[in-house]
């Protein structure tokens, strides 16, 4: 599985970034979410959002509960995250993954190995 991960960049405070995730994968994954997690600088990981490939179910952190909305393309197995009024405490790497819903929902870095990654992506928000 290969993940390909697109949309970071530098946005003011208040502003909006899309970020998109492919997953490049053979056999269709529709057992599977596909999603983001990020790590601001000298903090660990956190899940951000995460949505079924199959029926569009989703998982969102409660730090950006409101204000992002993953939404997906089935038939391309690509995610889409739509980040609006971001602030400061957003920035951070954004990692590409998929893996169970459920691993979304009870994550932890040491339950790291229960999802394939893409490269991070760097949002940088500006106050």
């Known amino acids: 599985v290969q993940l390909q991960a697109f949309g970071g960049g530098l946005v003011q405070s208040g502003g909006s970034l899309r970020l998109t995730c492919a997953v490049h994968?053979?056999?269709?994954?529709?057992?599977?979410?596909v999603g983001w997690f990020r790590q601001a600088p000298g903090k660990e990981r956190e899940a951000v959002a995460g949505?079924?490939?199959?029926?569009?179910?989703?998982y969102y952190g409660d730090s950006v509960k409101g204000r992002f909305t993953i939404s997906r393309d089935r038939a391309k197995q690509t995610a889409f995250l739509q980040m609006n009024n971001l602030n400061p405490e957003d920035t951070a790497v954004y990692y590409c993954?998929?893996?169970?819903?459920?691993?979304?929902?009870?994550?932890?870095?040491?339950?790291?190995?229960?999802?394939?990654w893409g490269q991070g992506t760097l949002v940088t928000v500006s106050s």
């Open positions: 949505i079924m490939v199959s029926d569009g179910r989703t």
């Open positions: 993954a998929t893996g169970f819903l459920a691993a979304w929902k009870n994550y932890s870095p040491k339950n790291n190995n229960q999802f394939f």
């Open positions: 994968q053979s056999t269709p994954i529709d057992h599977y979410a």
